[in-house]
C-alpha cells in the first residue's frame, strides 16, 4: 500500500509538471496549426478555435478536465493525425518496448561480460581497454552515433532498411528486426557503458568477500567461482542499472527514434510537442510514468529472485 500511495503521487507530480511547462512554450494549437494565418482570425474566430481545442477555461479546470478523462481511459484525441490519443498510443508503445528490450540485450551482452574482464585484473590493460569502452559509451552522443552509422552503411554497404515504411514485427519479422538493428545498437552501445561500470565495480566489492577466498581456497573452478559466486551476488546493483535504463528509454530513446525514423512513444510525444496538441503530449508522458512505475515495480520483484538475502529480509 506504501508503494501504491507513492507511485499515485509520483504519477500526479508528472501530470502537473507536464501540463505546466507544456504551457509555458510559446504559442498554442491553433498557431501550431495556422502558423501565420493565425494573425488573420478575427476575435470570434480565435474564440470558436480556443473553444473547440478546450483551452478557453482557466487551466485548473483544463487540468482537472483532462485528468478526470485519463482516469476514465479518454487520453483525448489528436487533430494531427485525426485519431485517438489512446489508439496512437497503443500502436506506438509496442514499437518502443521492442526496441528497449533489444537494446537492453544488446547492452547486457557488451556490459556484463566486459564489467567482469574488467574487473578480473583491476588496473591492467585490460581494465584500461574496458575503461575507454565506457567512456566511449557515455561520451559520444547517441544523435552523432546514430547519424554516423546509418550515413556509413547506407552509402558503403547500401544498408538502408529504415529508408522504407516502418513495419510491425508480427507484419514482417525479418524486415522488422533490419530497421530495429541500428537504432538498437547506438542505444544498447550508450547503455552498456553504465552496466559495464556498474558490473565492474559490484564484482570487485563482491570479489572481496571472505565467501569467495574461501570458495577459491577449496578448488572451485575460476569459471564457476566467477558466475555462481561473484556474479551472481552482484546481480542487484546491475538489476537496478538496467531496471533505470529500461524505464528511460521508454521516454528517452526520442533522438534516435527521430533519426531512424522508428514511430515509438518518444516520437510521438516530439510531434505532440511541435504541434502543440497538449492532450497528446499529456497523456504519452502519463503513461510513459506508468511504464516506469511498474518497471521499477518488476525490478523489486527481480531482487527477490536473484538474491536469497531480499527475500529473507
Known sequence: MRRTASSAATLLGVAILVFVMLRAIPGDQITAGLGTEAAALT?????DLEAYYGIDQP????FFSWLGNVLTGNLGYSARAQASVLDLTLEALPVTLELAVLAILIALVIGVPLGMLSASKPNSPRD???QVVGLAGLSIPA???ATALL???ASSFGFNPNGRPFVGLFVDPLLNLQQMLLPSLVLGFGIAAPIMRTTRTAVLEVRSNDFVRTARAKGVPPRRLQVTHV???AMVPIVTMVGLQFGYLLGGAVVVEQVFSVPGIG???LLGIQ??????????VLVIAVAFVIVNLLTDVVYRRVDPRVRAA
Do not use: D, H
Open 267 to 269: 516520437r510521438q510525444v
Open 128 to 130: 584500461a581497454a574496458g
Open 151 to 153: 550515413s556509413v552503411l
Open 59 to 62: 487551466l485548473v479546470a483544463q
Open 143 to 145: 544523435f552523432l552515433l
Open 275 to 284: 504541434q502543440k496538441e497538449y492532450a497528446l503530449v499529456q497523456s504519452t
Open 231 to 233: 556474479l551472481r551476488n
Open 43 to 47: 476575435p470570434a474566430q480565435r474564440a
